[in-house]
């Protein structure tokens, strides 16, 4: 099962908006409802911030919204703020009982 | 407050195996299945596998079939993870992640393993 493949790096300047893309197949981002997207910090464990492509867990901020089309997930972080800087990873269902993971995305604030 | 507490960091050499524990409390551990995520330094996430605490069944990626049990025991709500053979490529940070939702929900706070001669 191959990485879904994220950009490495994004950025915006504080209040800009940023999207990053997660793409896959029909066998795991277009195939299933089930992409979620975590944001990890530095020494950090992740946190899941959009679970079922775009559901929020309570207490994230709704400046971070998800979306998908075709066999390709997204994130969208409105309104950046300097502690958004952070790795980005998506991850996808991929049948079978089997799941994967993006390779990750860099967004810095600028 | 739902928490995963993880054993302590481990260096292992070359051929060895670890077995990395994963405590947890706060919800109904019987409930909700436990997956493995590990992270090699610098590097991205990759999914190892899960356990359902509930049955003992798993499902672990072909990359570590053979190599890698995850088990539990409902007695002291605690997963575990045993990977044999270490390489050098082993050494990461592996993480118990609860699962919830098609997701992972809580993560524990990581359990570095160094695999070095």
């Known amino acids: 099962q191959s990485a879904l493949t994220q950009p490495p790096s994004a950025s915006g300047s504080p209040g800009q908006s940023v999207t990053i893309s997660c793409t896959g197949t029909?066998?795991?981002?277009?195939?299933?409802?089930?992409v979620s997207w975590y944001q990890q910090h530095p020494g950090k464990a992740p946190k899941l911030m959009v679970y079922?492509?775009?559901q929020r867990p309570s207490g994230v901020p709704n400046r971070f919204s998800g979306s998908k089309s075709g066999n390709t997930a997204s994130l969208t972080v409105s309104g950046l703020q300097a502690e958004d800087e952070a790795d980005y990873y998506c991850?996808?269902?991929?049948?079978?009982?089997?799941?994967?993971f993006g390779g990750g995305t860099k967004l810095t604030v600028l | 407050q739902v928490q995963l507490v993880q054993s302590g960091a481990e260096v292992q050499k070359p051929g060895a195996s670890v077995k990395v524990s994963c405590k947890a409390s706060?919800?109904?551990?019987?409930?909700?299945?436990i997956h493995w995520v590990r992270q090699a330094p610098g590097q991205g996430l990759e999914w190892m596998g899960r356990v359902n605490p509930n049955s003992g069944v798993t499902d672990y990626t072909q990359k570590f079939q053979g190599r890698v049990t995850m088990t539990s025991d409902t007695s002291i709500s605690t997963a575990y993870m045993e990977l044999r053979w270490l390489e050098s490529d082993d050494t990461a940070m592996y993480y118990c992640?609860?699962?919830?939702?098609?997701?992972?929900?809580?993560w524990g706070q990581g359990t570095l393993v160094t695999v070095s001669s």
């Open positions: 029909s066998n795991d981002v277009g195939g299933y409802n089930f």
């Open positions: 991850s996808s269902y991929a049948g079978n009982n089997i799941w994967v």
């Open positions: 706060g919800y109904g551990f019987t409930g909700y299945k």
């Open positions: 079922e492509v775009t």
């Open positions: 992640v609860r699962d919830r939702a098609w997701s992972f929900d809580y």
